[in-house]
T-cell receptor, first 116, second 107 residues
Framework: GAVVSQHPSWVICKSGTSVKIECRSL??????MFWYRQFPKQSLMLMAT?????????EQGVEKDKFLINHASLTLSTLTVTSAHPEDSSFYIC????????????FGAGSRLTVL | KNEVEQSPQNLTAQEGEFITINCSYS?????LHWLQQHPGGGIVSLFM???GKKKHGRLIATINIQEKHSSLHITASHPRDSAVYIC?????????FGKGTKLSVKP
């Protein structure tokens, strides 16, 4: 079956540093990937839609200069949290659309970020 | 009012019991997802539904588009089913997530 690999699964970093999270579709091409985050005791929420070869679309309230998304190939999207602060500590999850627009989503297992 | 509501919030069951988790939504959707989240946070996709019913092992998911309601059933529950179950509704990856139902199955 289709697999989305997300790496790292957890990361601890110091305040002010940048952290990159990768979302990779292992056995299919994904023109569209999605990034979500989940703060403690809250629901998952969509952060941005990542389109291969074009700029990501960010949801309201998500700073595009802080959360840099790159989708340079059909199998890889990256989320970089720049100048991380403790309030960025969260669980970040990606999903990939296996067949463009057909709602066949595969989720990554998630990445837990802790900023000290 | 949340656009995706799940009930119950917490559920404790004895091993072997039949379990139902409900999800109501008010948004327009092209698909509804059921996800399982384990204590470490990892997400597993269980079902994606746009109509009718799907079954995978002991898990069954149903959706009623007219009533904007979906249910997830677990038959012969087992302690390893203990997790948070999340309903998500929307279009493609533009999903609104429920707050989750925390299930605890006791041996």
């Amino acid at each position: 079956g289709a697999v989305v690999s997300q790496h790292p699964s957890w990361v601890i970093c110091k305040s002010g540093t940048s952290v990159k999270i990768e979302c990779r579709s292992l056995d299919f091409q994904a023109t569209t990937m999605f990034w979500y985050r989940q703060f403690p005791k809250q629901s998952l929420m969509l952060m941005a839609t990542s389109n291969e070869g074009s700029k990501a679309t960010y949801e309201q309230g998500v700073e595009k200069d802080k959360f840099l998304i790159n989708h340079a190939s059909l199998t890889l999207s990256t989320l970089t949290v720049t100048s991380a602060h403790p309030e960025d500590s969260s669980f970040y999850i990606c999903s990939a659309d296996r067949t463009s627009g057909a709602n066949v989503l595969t989720f990554g297992a998630g990445s837990r970020l802790t900023v000290l | 009012k949340n656009e995706v509501e799940q009930s119950p919030q917490n559920l404790t069951a004895q091993e072997g019991e039949f379990i139902t988790i409900n999800c109501s939504y008010s948004v327009g959707i092209s698909a509804l997802h059921w996800l399982q989240q384990h204590p470490g946070g990892g997400i597993v996709s269980l079902f994606m539904l746009s109509s009718g019913k799907k079954k995978h092992g002991r898990l069954i998911a149903t959706i009623n588009i007219q009533e904007k309601h979906s249910s997830l059933h677990i038959t012969a529950s087992h302690p390893r089913d203990s997790a948070v179950y999340i309903c998500a509704a929307g279009s493609q990856g533009n999903l609104i997530f429920g707050k989750g139902t925390k299930l605890s199955v006791k041996p």
